[in-house]
């Protein structure tokens, strides 16, 4: 079956940095799309950032453009998010997507263009 694991996450000051991983397996990784979600407290799951199938493009969510990067090893089934500059306001839980559509050129924003999901891993910035 697919499974996407997440690991990275921790406490970090504001203004510091960290780089999350996510590994795919079970499926074509460098077939898929794959996308960094992110859910805070009380608070709906928003995208962050998306990487398409050849790595070619990325998208981001305007409150991380510029201080987050997104990017994948399809040599070791991972794509990353490297996070830097953070602020208190990043405090969420932090979920890797890979979407449901193989080699799709189409960027979709919603969590319903991802069919597998990992288990998310927590993000805490401290002010």
């Known amino acids: 079956q697919v499974q996407l694991v997440e690991s990275g996450g921790g406490l970090v000051q504001a203004g510091g940095s960290l780089r999350l991983s996510c590994t795919v397996s079970?499926?074509?990784?460098?077939?898929?799309?794959m996308g960094w979600f992110r859910q805070a407290p009380g608070k709906e799951r928003e995208f962050v950032a998306r990487?398409?199938?050849?790595?070619?493009?990325?998208n981001y969510a305007d409150s991380v453009k510029g201080r987050f990067t997104i990017s994948r090893d399809n040599a070791k089934n991972t794509v990353y998010l490297q996070m830097n500059s953070l602020k208190p306001e990043d405090t969420a839980v932090y979920y890797c997507a890979s979407e449901g559509r193989s080699r799709t050129i189409l960027f979709r924003m919603g969590p319903d263009a991802y069919d597998y999901w990992g288990q998310g891993t927590q993000v805490t910035v401290s002010s």
């Open positions: 079970g499926r074509t990784f460098s077939s898929y799309g």
């Open positions: 990487i398409s199938w050849s790595g070619t493009t990325t």
